[in-house]
């Protein structure tokens, strides 16, 4: 079945530093999602990126749907301390979102 | 409007015992997800709904039932409790294969 693998697991960034977070999925996907889930919340939609090869960009987050439709990336610049929290991607295909494992990030101020 | 709405926010069964979670989505949205999030095992699918009919199911076992209602709301089962059943679940609703909403989730201890 469909698999989502997400890198790094944790992430420690000292504010103000760069980061980005990897996704791969050993199928290629409808569309891929991100979410964000702050410590005891639940999951918050983030964005949507359908189109092969896609960019979109949210202030300091910039995300990317690769060539293939099977790897996406989050990247967050100048990390601050409202960054803390966990970064899913989530690929979808047949009504399923298949998450990653999630990218846990924690910011030194 | 008003948000997904989960109930009972927290639950503790004992072993063996079955429990019945509740999962009220954003009017209007009529598809219906459930999840099962754990420390060790991150987001897990378990099942979709979408008008009473599931779409799509996870890998858990049998012991592990839902259904969906006319009005959408969706109600998830768990029959015969293991220790490994301690997790949050967690529902999302969505108008269809876009973005989803996710509850507050229930916290099931299982001792």
């Known amino acids: 079945g469909q698999q989502v693998m997400q890198i790094p697991q944790y992430q420690h960034v000292q504010e103000g530093e760069d980061f980005t977070t990897y996704c791969n999925s050993s199928t290629t996907l409808s569309n891929i999602q991100w979410y964000k889930q702050r410590p005891g919340g639940h999951p918050v939609f983030l964005i949507q990126l359908v189109k092969s090869g896609e960019v979109k960009k949210q202030k300091r987050l910039t995300f990317q749907f690769g060539e293939a439709k099977k790897n996406s990336s989050l990247h967050i610049t100048a990390t601050q301390t409202t960054d803390v929290g966990t970064y899913f991607c989530a690929g979808s295909n047949d009504y399923k979102l298949s998450f990653g494992a999630g990218t846990t990030v924690t910011v030194r101020a | 409007k008003a948000g997904v709405t989960q109930t009972p926010r927290y639950l503790i069964k004992t072993r063996g015992q079955q429990v019945t979670l509740s999962c009220s989505p954003i009017s209007g949205h009529r598809s219906v997800s459930w999840y099962q999030q754990t420390p060790g095992q991150g987001l897990q699918f378990l099942f979709e709904y979408f008008s009473e009919t599931q779409r799509n199911k996870g890998n858990f076992p049998g012991r592990f039932s839902g259904r969906q209602f006319s009005n959408s709301r969706s109600e998830m089962n768990v029959s015969t409790l293991e220790l490994g059943d301690s997790a949050l679940y967690l529902c999302?609703?969505?108008?269809?294969?876009?973005?989803?909403?996710f509850g507050q989730g229930t916290r099931l201890t299982v001792v």
């Open positions: 999302a609703s969505s108008l269809g294969r876009g973005e989803a909403f």
